[in-house]
């Protein structure tokens, strides 16, 4: 049994900035990718980005390239999303997700199956005035 739980979201301005963590408990994820999706109200679930434990690879969907960035602690199991300029179109929530890091890119991304062996429960991120 494995638990991912996400934290961090909340309210910010626009142009502001959000770090969100997803620490995982209940095994080892050396051989794992973590990573982000976010869904909007009326939107399908989007890939945000994902990082692998064994070469510290990163992906990320190409339009928030720059503006996002994954990070890890291997030692915690945990995952940082750190998100900055961010806009209204960014309100979502935000899904942490971890799956073999053999299964990434080629399962995570646009137009993609986008599945998980695991995901976190989600964490509101708004962005308003």
């Known amino acids: 049994q494995v638990q991912l739980v996400e934290s961090g979201g909340g309210l910010v301005q626009p142009g502001g900035s959000l770090r969100l963590s997803c620490a995982a408990s209940g095994r080892t994820f050396s051989n794992y990718a973590m990573g982000w999706f976010r869904q909007a109200p009326g939107k399908e679930r989007e890939f945000v980005a994902a990082?692998?434990?064994?070469?510290?690879?990163?992906y990320y969907v190409d339009s928030l390239k720059g503006r996002f960035t994954i990070s890890r602690d291997s030692a915690k199991n945990t995952v940082f999303l750190q998100m900055s300029s961010l806009k209204p179109e960014d309100t979502a929530v935000y899904y942490c997700?971890?799956?073999?890091?053999?299964?990434?890119?080629?399962?995570?991304?646009?137009?993609?199956?986008?599945?998980?062996?695991?995901w976190g429960q989600g964490t509101q991120v708004t962005v308003s005035s």
């Open positions: 997700a971890a799956t073999p890091q053999a299964n990434v890119p080629s399962d995570w991304g646009p137009k993609r199956k986008n599945e998980a062996d695991y």
């Open positions: 990082i692998t434990w064994s070469h510290f690879t990163t």
